[in-house]
């Protein structure tokens, strides 16, 4: 099994900045790839970013390329995702995920992922 746990989120001014952590143990060798999803009220669960920890491939959604990074510290079991440029729309329940890496490339989908964090809480206000 592998268990995620996120923090890091909480509000911020449209135009600021948060980093969402997201620290995975248990069989961490199960966790090929990372993903971060965003899921807001009344809309489906969006893949936001990704990464191929093997290699440190990266995926972006459109709506969050050059705005978002995904980073890893093997050292510490850890995916970041620093948030800049926060717009309302970013406002969501976000989600750490880690899966096998056997959708590669398609990282964005959630089929990819087996394990799922129980969410943190952005609020990007204007």
């Known amino acids: 099994q592998v268990q995620l746990r996120e923090s890091g989120g909480g509000s911020a001014q449209a135009g600021g900045s948060l980093r969402l952590s997201c620290v995975v143990s248990g069989a961490t060798y199960r966790s090929r790839c990372m993903g971060w999803f965003r899921q807001a009220p009344g809309k489906e669960r969006e893949g936001v970013a990704a990464?191929?920890?093997?290699?440190?491939?990266?995926y972006y959604a459109d709506s969050v390329k050059g705005r978002f990074t995904i980073s890893q510290d093997n050292a510490k079991n850890t995916v970041y995702m620093q948030m800049n440029s926060l717009k309302p729309e970013d406002t969501a329940m976000y989600y750490c995920?880690?899966?096998?890496?056997?959708?590669?490339?398609?990282?964005?989908?959630?089929?990819?992922?087996?394990?799922w964090g129980q969410g943190t809480q952005v609020t990007v206000s204007s």
């Open positions: 990464i191929y920890t093997g290699d440190g491939r990266t």
């Open positions: 995920a880690a899966g096998s890496g056997r959708y590669l490339p398609d990282l964005l989908v959630a089929p990819a992922y087996n394990y």
